[in-house]
């Protein structure tokens, strides 16, 4: 992975009718369901990721990996970071947590990545410029509100 931050890509973030410990909890298992999918092993596997398969400790630590990421931050239940690259992108995604109240969190999920040459740009205009990243981080921190509440 790069030493330097990678380019801001977007944020976003929910506030959730639940403690810190129980959303983190929740993104872990949220994600492992996410990611850890065929579709995801087959999506990883055609872009050329480094990591293609979930494997190491649950719930998510460091050096545990998900189809397309490897988690390489976690500090329990403020922030984990997963991070990966494939052929068209470098790219991070890091989750943050802020305890609100005893039963309420705020969790915000920031996206940063690369995407070098012709290939990566038009990777970009596929994944980010069409509203589709948007929309899958949207509907990632739902589900991650679902599962918390």
């Not at 298992?29 to 996410?34: H, K, M, Q, V, Y």
């Not at 649950?58 to 397309?68: A, D, F, K, Q």
């Amino acid at each position: 992975m790069p030493l330097a931050p990678l380019p801001y890509i977007d944020e976003h973030e929910t506030v959730i009718k639940a403690s810190a410990d129980a959303v983190w909890r929740a993104l872990s298992e949220t994600l492992d369901r996410s990611f850890a999918g065929r579709g995801a092993t087959a999506y990883a596997r055609l872009v050329g990721a480094t990591d293609r398969t979930a494997t190491g400790p649950r719930p998510l630590t460091v050096g545990s990996t998900l189809p397309g990421f490897r988690v390489t931050a976690a500090a329990r239940p403020h922030e984990l970071t997963l991070a990966g690259r494939h052929r068209f992108s470098t790219y991070t995604l890091t989750f943050r947590l802020d305890e609100l109240s005893p039963t309420r969190s705020r969790l915000r999920a920031e996206s940063r990545a690369a995407f070098p040459g012709l290939a990566g740009g038009a990777y970009r205009r596929l994944v980010v410029t069409t509203g589709g990243h948007a929309l899958g981080m949207r509907r990632l921190l739902r589900a991650i509100r679902h599962c918390s509440e």
